[in-house]
């Protein structure tokens, strides 16, 4: 696939290797259909089809964004894992690679910040060519927190690459899906 950026988003040329990435047993590859016009919603999800992921949410886009959204009052964490090694964590807000970690939510356990279920990882304006791996992990049960449906977007030059499904169990980690850009 090669994407060209929607206005608004750097220009940039990113090719990935496969048309879609892989994704691990339990992960649903969801059919989320968007609608041109339509105002986001703040879901980890393109509903206005312009190729960015939540835009107007106060969170950042890029050549590559990577955006997690749950429904639960859990604490549950995005992990992206560069070509180089380094994985974008909430204690690890940024890569030498150029990534970023803009928003890390904590569901109910921080009921006071906006958008408590979005957490968002972003490489402007060039990510690194190589294998990116996406893993949610279940930190921490607030409210009335338990199994919790995970949804990951992934915006690759402008365009959404795939929207990916994940149950997670209290204390659980798991690979959503791996790609490779070139």
Known sequence: MVASAPTGVPTVRVEALEVSPRVDSGVTVAQHACDAGAPEQCNALDDDCDGVIDDGCGYASGALQITLGWNSGADVDLYVTDPGGQTLMYKARSSSSGGQMD?????????????TQIENVFWAPKPPSGQYRVEVGYW???????????????????????VYGYTLQPEERATVATFTLR
């Open 103 to 115: 928003h890390d939510a904590r569901g109910e356990c921080r009921p006071e910040q906006a958008h």
């Open 140 to 162: 921490a049960p607030c409210g009335d927190a338990g199994e919790t449906q995970t949804t990951v977007s992934i915006a690759v030059g402008g365009r959404v690459l795939g």
